[in-house]
């Protein structure tokens, strides 16, 4: 092993990275309020949760008024996706007030559903105003970004983060358009037990254009990121082994006020609820500067099974 690994996850420049990102958000209008999203060209198995929440909202915004922004969606994922397929989006206008919009959208590929989604839209304005205040951690700066930490793994001396960072390198060492810098640096790709409880920093790696709804909806995206894994934290287990199988069943995103992905956010993440095969996990995101900025909340399936 050695550090030109690196390469592996470079081989485009960061711009163009971001760029596949923000295509990928590019739905096509086909009849009426009806799109139809990009076909990703990462090798998932099945299609990302965060896709199909993102390109839904991004529907939804193409239905509503420039001066209304998402505040809030809640969606069930149905099926499982094909990333081979495209993936349509049907969406309905539920009502438009004097300063809220509501919009249904269902996801389908090959007729049939794969996930619902409702959101609301809202006219900017000012009000009464309080938060949570941001947790105390070490700054982004001082933090080795994922890909880095799996190169140390790989470099390391042999163990099971190592053998899992190896069955799934080429997963762990593509091209990514969103950094992550988790906080508790020794628990990556560990499976010793802690808290259900960690942070991460994100950013998306290049600029981005000064879009806000582009930049709610790439938070749509990157949120389903790191949340499900908050609730094996506890039990020393990884969704990496094949013994696991986990997936997203619901995902529910609150946008407070304006942010920027190109600008480090944290991302605070907890599970209080593990238990029948299920696991809750929630998520407050913050600016680097303290703000919140956003409220995650999704259930997952994390089932364990014996082992071969």
């Known amino acids: 092993m050695n550090e030109n690994l690196h390469q592996e996850a470079l081989n485009q420049s960061p711009a163009e990275?971001?760029?596949?990102?923000?295509?990928?958000?590019?739905?096509?209008?086909?009849?009426?309020?009806?799109?139809?999203?990009?076909?990703?060209?990462?090798?998932?198995?099945?299609?990302?949760?965060?896709?199909?929440?993102?390109?839904?909202?991004?529907?939804?915004?193409?239905?509503?008024?420039?001066?209304?922004?998402?505040?809030?969606?809640?969606?069930?994922?149905?099926?499982?996706?094909?990333?081979?397929?495209?993936?349509?989006?049907?969406?309905?206008?539920?009502?438009?007030?004097?300063?809220?919009?509501?919009?249904?959208?269902?996801?389908?590929?090959?007729?049939?559903?794969?996930?619902?989604?409702?959101?609301?839209?809202?006219?900017?304005?000012?009000?009464?105003?309080?938060?949570?205040?941001?947790?105390?951690?070490?700054?982004?700066?001082?933090?080795?970004?994922?890909t880095q930490l799996v190169i140390d793994v790989l470099n390391g001396p042999p163990s099971y983060s190592q053998q899992s960072a190896l069955a799934n390198r080429q997963h762990l060492l593509r091209p990514r358009p969103i950094e992550f810098r988790p906080i508790n640096q020794d628990r990556y790709l560990s499976l010793?037990?802690?808290?259900?409880?960690?942070?991460?920093?994100?950013?998306?790696?290049?600029?981005?254009?000064?879009?806000?709804?582009?930049?709610?909806?790439?938070?749509?995206?990157?949120?389903?990121?790191?949340?499900?894994?908050?609730?094996?934290?506890?039990?020393?287990?990884?969704?990496?082994?094949q013994k696991m199988q986990v997936a997203s069943l619901d995902h529910a995103l609150w946008m407070h006020e304006d942010f920027w992905l190109d600008e480090w956010l944290l991302y605070a993440l907890e599970a209080p609820w593990s238990g029948g095969a299920r696991g809750m996990n929630r998520g407050l995101v913050y600016t680097a500067d303290g703000k919140l900025v956003a409220s995650v909340a999704q259930e997952g399936l994390i089932r364990q099974h014996s082992e071969a």
């Open 192 to 241: 010793k037990k802690g808290e259900p409880a960690h942070c991460f920093w994100f950013k998306a790696i290049a600029p981005l254009p000064r879009d806000q709804n582009l930049h709610r909806v790439l938070l749509a995206y990157a949120s389903d990121m790191m949340l499900l894994s908050t609730a094996l934290l506890p039990h020393g287990v990884s969704w990496h082994q």
């Open 17 to 146: 990275i971001v760029k596949t990102l923000i295509d990928l958000m590019a739905i096509e209008q086909i009849d009426g309020d009806i799109y139809r999203g990009p076909i990703t060209n990462e090798p998932w198995m099945r299609v990302f949760g965060g896709q199909v929440v993102s390109q839904a909202l991004m529907a939804a915004c193409h239905t509503v008024e420039d001066d209304r922004l998402p505040h809030s969606l809640h969606a069930y994922f149905v099926r499982p996706g094909d990333p081979k397929l495209p993936i349509i989006y049907d969406v309905s206008r539920d009502r438009d007030g004097k300063s809220f919009s509501s919009r249904r959208v269902v996801a389908k590929q090959g007729g049939t559903p794969i996930l619902n989604l409702s959101c609301s839209f809202q006219t900017q304005e000012e009000g009464l105003h309080h938060q949570f205040s941001m947790p105390d951690v070490v700054g982004p700066e001082n933090l080795k970004s994922e």
